[in-house]
């Protein structure tokens, strides 16, 4: 699925499901295959920054699906390096104001709008400036306590493509412990304020959900970019697993 057929199923209220990729290029593959619409790459807590993930993108060029990438902060140069490699969506973290909302987008638009140096990135991509920008969203995480008293404004930033909520770093901001997140009432009524905030606003809404259940609850809260597990935690699932089986068959043996 391309950056346009992404806008195209946000426009149409459908929700676009997402994996996150912390092993990289190599993980990629397997994650669409699997059916993913988007892959994630992850520079804030992925061991790799957007300098790896810039040279990863050009390795995709004309890749039928879109590529997000998590930066590891609100910082314009990181911001630039990964859109002139052909990131479809570049998503900042912990944004807990309108003013950092309107930073990112300025680090996504040339001017006059905003502050985005041109370069020479995949060549593919040519020269017009407005194409360039069009083909680009720019989601601000909300994380915290602050940014949900902001939530408004915050999705009201013009040129903003949506928020996008991590609900442990949320959760931890108000006072809850990261086990008990997923069974908080707090918590889940901070996502559906945010995603009201988002619905007013006309920006998509997007999470990373716990799992299948609390996805597709998501889903019916309105949230259309949607997180649905990582290679890293996919793996270590997987793989307990099987180790289980096999330690219950090898204890009936005779």
């Known amino acids: 699925m391309t950056h346009q057929a992404l806008r195209e199923r946000w426009d149409g209220g459908e929700a676009a499901l997402g994996g996150l990729a912390h092993f990289g290029a190599g993980s990629i593959e397997p994650l669409v295959a699997a059916g993913y619409d988007w892959v994630w790459l992850d520079c804030q807590h992925g061991p790799y920054d957007e300098a790896d993930a810039a040279a990863t993108f050009r390795t995709l060029a004309g890749a039928p699906y879109a590529l997000a990438v998590r930066v590891a902060q609100n910082d314009a140069a990181a911001i630039g390096r990964v859109l002139d490699a052909g990131a479809d969506a570049v998503i900042v973290p912990l944004v807990d104001s309108p003013r950092e909302a309107a930073d990112a987008v300025a680090a996504c638009r040339y001017p006059p709008a905003g502050r985005r140096s041109f370069g020479p ?8 400036l407005e194409a360039l920008e069009r083909r680009v969203s ?8 602050a940014a949900l008293e902001e939530i408004d404004a915050i999705a009201a930033t ?14 931890i901001s108000l006072g809850i412990a990261p086990r008990d997140v997923a069974g908080s009432a707090r918590v889940r009524d901070a996502l559906t304020e945010i995603a009201a ?23 019916e809260l309105g949230y259309r970019f949607v997180g649905v597990g990582a ?12 180790v289980a089986l096999v330690r219950e068959a090898g204890q009936t043996l005779p």
């Open 121 to 128: 990135g995949r060549p593919d991509l040519g020269i017009d």
């Open 231 to 242: 290679d890293v935690l996919t793996l270590r699932v997987a793989s307990a697993h099987e």
């Open 197 to 219: 905030a988002c619905e007013r606003a006309a920006v998509v809404a997007g999470i990373l959900a716990y799992g299948a259940d609390h996805a597709k609850q998501c889903v």
């Open 138 to 145: 720019c989601f601000v995480m909300a994380e915290s306590a």
């Open 158 to 171: 013009p040129g903003l493509a949506g928020i996008v909520v991590g609900p442990i770093d949320l959760g």
